[in-house]
């Protein structure tokens, strides 16, 4: 390893550290060994303090064998919690402390005029699959001709299909031919389908790339439901072809307006807490930022020769492809010598979210099973320590919700093992645990409001002050009811990943469509049986216990009422009429909001 390579993974000490710069040249390596190691450090104290405070809380009466699997479950649990704690405490000073956060996280931005000419070969790529055709060509659509007829010599746009259904491809062939010719032959349009999917998304991309990828410098990935105004757009571009090192750089990619009061709630508090957490995450992680596999343009170059994805060898559901491959690709980019960023700004950059629970969980159950396959990943060689901490945490994500459960369910058999012992238990000691505890899994959503509410200019565009606390209120109990129902779906789908079970990638349902009660019961039984178990059994038991448990017995009890409640699409109209949880474009848009949900024109948005 080099020694740019060594200081910028703080594996060197700052004495030792010449005046070396990441690849880009605009961050001192220096300041990111100094960020990253404070993070670190910060992390390690709040952990080891949280850690130590539990195992005080078990060694009353005696540390049983039980005790030393709750001590295990909580330290497997608490790192996501703790980190997200940091980031969005960051993140919120960056945006309103002294400094400038745009010079401290993402200096190679000002490198970009903010008029300079487009010179470089621009491929937008769009991904499909099963997808409603009319939908997805609206979007693209839409985006080209907001770049207007001037960006027509850059820009080449390809639909790239993988649609085994013969009726949605003849559509999607019929709606491209009517594009092609209403637009002529001065603009490159091209679409291609696929036989198979071999490599699934990250094959499909591979085989533009083999294709037609020597003939475009920068490529601009889009999924079927992605939408970027052209302002969007082509900052992100200037920002490429100003920093020649940069390999990938990733939006902030916010959801559409929706008619869905699931995903309604769920963007919303999404919106304003992505803002500051990514702020701090990005402030630390510097040159090895993350990609989200959509809605970020490509330096296509040395993506296909050093981001080809390994196929895993062997059978079961963590070989072959790789499902989760944005990850992947974002570290086998930084290993070759150019930069993964992050640009944390809010802008024209959309995506739709899941109009219901069980779509919700089925697309995190494949992202679930994608993560689970980086355990293999994570030795391979040349890769950075920071892009290895990167896949781990990403395993954690999952491995943290699987670890919660357990916890959960090891707590109630607690009832069973208790000793004897003269002492009192330190009740206030208990309590300030569960208090420091749900505080920290709240800051990324309290940062972001509070960022909100630290700018008149946003508090307008939220609707004003009391909308947007009515619907962070909503969302906070949307949110606690969600939690545990997702994290047993996990901890379920791992315990099925260990006995050979597995998912597919299939089309996403996007449309917002009411669950009938025999869809939810079938798909959310599990976690009513366990609900009723654990609360019976804490009801007998362990009755003072109840209260603490109230949060996670009521989403698990209550997981079917709530998934058909909140599918329910007269409850997302009425949310609308009365403009709750809206995010600002749906404030923007007014009536025109139903018209979002299939091509929302990103210039009446801003």
């Keep these: 390893m080099s020694l740019d390579e060594n200081v910028a993974e703080g594996l060197m000490p700052p004495a030792e550290i010449v005046d070396r710069r990441t690849p880009t040249g605009v961050q001192s390596l220096r300041r990111l060994f100094r960020r990253r190691l404070l993070v670190f450090t910060l992390n390690m104290v709040t952990y080891a303090g949280l850690v130590a405070l539990f195992a005080t809380l078990l060694s009353h009466g005696g540390f049983t064998p039980l005790d030393g699997a709750l001590l295990l479950a909580f330290c497997l649990s608490t790192p996501w919690t703790i980190l997200g704690f940091w980031n969005a405490l960051i993140g919120l000073w960056l945006l309103h402390g002294p400094g400038d956060a745009?010079?401290?996280?993402?200096?190679?931005?000002?490198?970009?005029?903010?008029?300079?000419?487009?010179?470089?070969?621009?491929?937008?790529?769009?991904?499909?699959r099963n997808e409603d055709p009319a939908r997805a060509f609206a979007r693209l659509q839409a985006m080209q001709a907001e770049l207007g007829s001037d960006a027509d010599k850059h820009f080449a746009w390809y639909v790239l299909s993988d649609t085994t259904d013969p009726a949605i491809a003849e559509a999607e062939e019929t709606i491209f031919a009517a594009w092609r010719a209403a637009l002529g032959a001065d603009i490159s349009l091209t679409y291609r389908r696929r036989s198979d999917n071999t490599?699934?998304?990250?094959?499909?991309?591979?085989?533009?790339?083999?294709?037609?990828?020597?003939?475009?410098?920068?490529?601009?990935v889009l999924d079927a439901d992605s939408l970027l105004g052209a302002a969007t757009i082509l900052r992100l571009v200037r920002i490429m072809q100003a920093n020649p090192r940069l390999g990938i750089l990733q939006s902030l990619v916010v959801g559409l307006p929706s008619r869905s009061p699931f995903a309604r709630i769920f963007q919303f508090g999404m919106r304003h807490g992505m803002r500051s957490y990514t702020m701090g995450a990005s402030w630390w992680a510097g040159d090895c930022g993350p990609y989200w596999g959509h809605n970020a343009v490509i330096r296509i170059a040395p993506f296909k020769?050093?981001?080809?994805?390994?196929?895993?060898?062997?059978?079961?559901?963590?070989?072959?492809?790789?499902?989760?491959?944005?990850?992947?690709?974002?570290?086998?980019?930084?290993?070759?010598?150019?930069?993964?960023?992050?640009?944390?700004?809010?802008?024209d950059s959309f995506e739709e979210n899941p109009p219901h629970l069980t779509e919700f969980t089925r697309r995190d159950l494949r992202w679930c099973q994608g993560n689970m396959q980086y355990w293999r990943l994570i030795a391979l060689p040349g890769l950075k320590p920071m892009s290895r901490f990167q896949i781990a945490w990403a395993m954690l994500m999952y491995v943290g919700a699987f670890a919660w459960m357990a916890f959960i369910g090891l707590a109630a058999l607690k009832v069973f093992d208790t000793q004897p012992t003269a002492q009192p238990f330190p009740a206030a000691l208990g309590l300030a645990l569960f208090a420091t505890m749900f505080l920290m899994s709240l800051a990324p959503k309290l940062a972001g409001l509070?960022?909100?509410?630290?700018?008149a200019g946003e508090r307008k565009r939220y609707g004003g002050t009391g909308r947007l606390l009515g619907g962070a209120s909503v969302e906070f109990l949307f949110s606690v009811l969600l939690g545990p129902v997702v994290a047993f779906r996990i901890a379920l789908f791992m315990v099925g990943l260990?006995?050979?079970?597995?998912?597919?990638?299939e089309a996403q349902v996007r449309d917002a469509t009411r669950l009938s009660w025999r869809t939810a019961l079938a798909g959310l039984w599990p976690q009513f049986l366990f609900g009723c178990g654990l609360g019976g059994l804490l009801y007998a038991y362990a009755p003072g216990a109840l209260v603490w448990a109230l949060p996670v017995l009521i989403g698990l009890i209550g997981a079917v009422p709530f998934a058909v409640l909140t599918s329910q699409p007269g409850l997302g109209r009425m949310l609308a009429r009365i403009g709750l949880c809206a995010t600002p474009e749906e404030l923007k848009l007014g009536s025109r909001v139903e018209e979002s949900v299939v091509a929302l024109p990103p210039m009446a948005v801003r």
């Excluded at 992947?328 to 960023?341: D, S, T």
């Excluded at 260990?498 to 990638?505: C, K, N, Q």
Aim: with cysteine; charged share 25%; net charge positive.
């Design 305 to 347: 020769a050093h981001c080809s994805l390994p196929v895993l060898p062997g059978k079961g559901p963590l070989s072959g492809h790789i499902l989760s491959h944005d990850q992947i690709e974002a570290v086998l980019m930084r290993r070759a010598g150019y930069e993964v960023r992050v640009l944390p700004e809010e802008m």
């Design 102 to 128: 745009r010079r401290s996280v993402y200096p190679y931005a000002a490198r970009a005029g903010e008029n300079a000419p487009i010179t470089a070969r621009v491929a937008v790529v769009m991904t499909l």
């Design 450 to 455: 509070a960022d909100v509410l630290l700018r």
């Design 498 to 505: 260990v006995l050979g079970r597995t998912v597919t990638w």
């Design 199 to 220: 490599g699934f998304k990250a094959g499909n991309i591979r085989d533009f790339l083999e294709r037609w990828g020597d003939v475009h410098e920068q490529m601009l």
